[in-house]
């Protein structure tokens, strides 16, 4: 079992930037891949980052590239998103999963999901 706890959501302009970190309870967090999804009203949850377990790899949406970082630190049990150059269609609520299998953009592939992080920007 694994829980998953955001934080570091929060409201910023346009241009601005912050750090998400999802926080993992047990023993067993370098053996999830992590990923990070968001929904905004109305519409569907969508893919933004995931890294493999020991963090030698990272898959991004195009939307994102060049703009967010996804990393971890397995010895805290901890997965990051840093996000730059936020654009107002950014605006969503954030997400954090795990899993074990390899599939980064399908979300059914996740295991354990956190509640979510608001993050708003604004233009």
């Known amino acids: 079992q694994v829980q998953l706890v955001e934080s570091g959501g929060g409201l910023v302009q346009a241009g601005g930037s912050l750090r998400l970190s999802c926080a993992a309870s047990g023993r067993s967090f370098s053996n999830y891949a992590m990923g990070w999804f968001r929904q905004a009203p109305g519409k569907e949850r969508e893919f933004v980052a995931a890294?493999?377990?020991?963090?030698?790899?990272?898959y991004y949406v195009d939307s994102v590239k060049g703009r967010f970082t996804i990393s971890r630190d397995n010895a805290k049990n901890t997965v990051y998103l840093q996000m730059n150059s936020l654009k107002p269609e950014d605006t969503a609520v954030y997400y954090c999963?795990?899993?074990?299998?390899?599939?980064?953009?399908?979300?059914?592939?996740?295991?354990?999901w956190g509640q979510g992080t608001q993050v708003t920007v604004s233009s």
């Open positions: 999963a795990a899993g074990r299998i390899w599939v980064p953009m399908t979300a059914s592939e996740y295991e354990y």
């Open positions: 890294i493999k377990w020991s963090g030698g790899s990272t």
